[in-house]
């Protein structure tokens, strides 16, 4: 949860964003990149709400045995804009493995089988999927009506560390990341100014707060909304299951039905307020709501 900072690095394709991190830059995250936008137009948004239903219910059932062979549902060609405007994906349901998600951690929620197939198809680590998926299957038990994919997560991920692995950090198997990725510092420098909120014992600074973690958030906003994802008794800004799980729910919180365009695009805007960043989630949750 960034605020919007000037680009440092372009990108000119969803290709060009999958790009493995240099593993020898530092663990502080780059700035939000300034490669081209592209706005899905009002027709294309409508009929992702509409189709909501169709595509939870294929993502719920399990593939045929020629699934590989089978193409994925296409995206619909985007429109180029001089003027980014926020979009909303078609949102994208995990299937569930055994659903008791008050008592088990998140990443153990949707099923082991489709994990292995969607990360791979997806380059998304398996372990950070299976926090998204569990998070949002999680999310969605507590706020029924409020209907976020795990493609809604994994494309914040995507965005705000690269899933955890952001200028070579770890994604380690218990889901923490390490070395932990800690933001600039929010000091009005491009940013708007956030003045320390917690004396630095989450993101080592004593003057300015700066975004942490898998999912980048502010110490302010992980005060009120983190969760304990992997059930160790405790909130880690630094732990995926943690991470996601609160951005899952702060979401919900924050959007309500998530299926409706409004509102995720609200939600997105809670997170960070920025057209680009709204676009950029977008993009690549529209693209992984494709995986099968």
Request: negative net charge.
């Amino acid at each position: 949860m960034t605020d919007l900072t000037p680009a440092s690095r372009r990108r000119d394709s969803f290709d060009a964003m999958i790009q493995t991190p240099d593993a020898d830059a530092p663990v502080e995250p780059a700035r939000p990149s300034a490669w081209r936008r592209w706005a899905l137009p009002a027709a294309t948004i409508v009929l992702a709400v509409l189709g909501v239903g169709a595509l939870a219910a294929a993502a719920l059932t399990p593939p045929p045995a020629d699934a590989t062979t089978t193409a994925a549902t296409s995206t619909p060609t985007p429109t180029p804009s001089r003027t980014p405007v926020r979009v909303q994906p078609t949102p994208a349901q995990a299937t569930p493995g055994s659903l008791a998600a008050a008592d088990r951690p998140v990443a153990e929620l949707a099923d082991p089988a489709w994990v292995t197939r969607i990360a791979k198809a997806g380059n998304i680590p398996e372990r950070a999927l299976a926090a998204y998926a569990g998070a949002a299957l999680a999310a969605n038990e507590t706020h029924s009506g409020c209907g976020i994919g795990w493609n809604t997560l994994a494309a914040i991920g995507f965005v705000e560390s690269e899933h955890g692995s952001m200028n070579g950090a770890t994604l380690r198997p218990d889901g923490t990341v390490a070395p932990a990725i800690i933001g600039i510092p929010l000091d009005g420098n491009g940013t708007n100014p956030v003045p320390d909120t917690d004396q630095g014992r989450i993101d080592g600074d004593t003057v300015w707060d700066r975004a942490v973690g898998p999912m980048q958030f502010i110490p302010s906003t992980w005060a009120e909304t983190g969760q304990d994802g992997n059930r160790d008794g405790k909130t880690d800004v630094n732990q995926i299951d943690d991470a996601a799980l609160a951005a899952a729910m702060h979401l919900c919180d924050v959007g309500g039905d998530l299926t409706v365009s409004a509102n995720w695009i609200a939600a997105i805007g809670a997170y960070n307020p920025s057209v680009e960043y709204n676009n950029r989630v977008a993009d690549a949750a529209s693209h992984f709501a494709t995986l099968r």
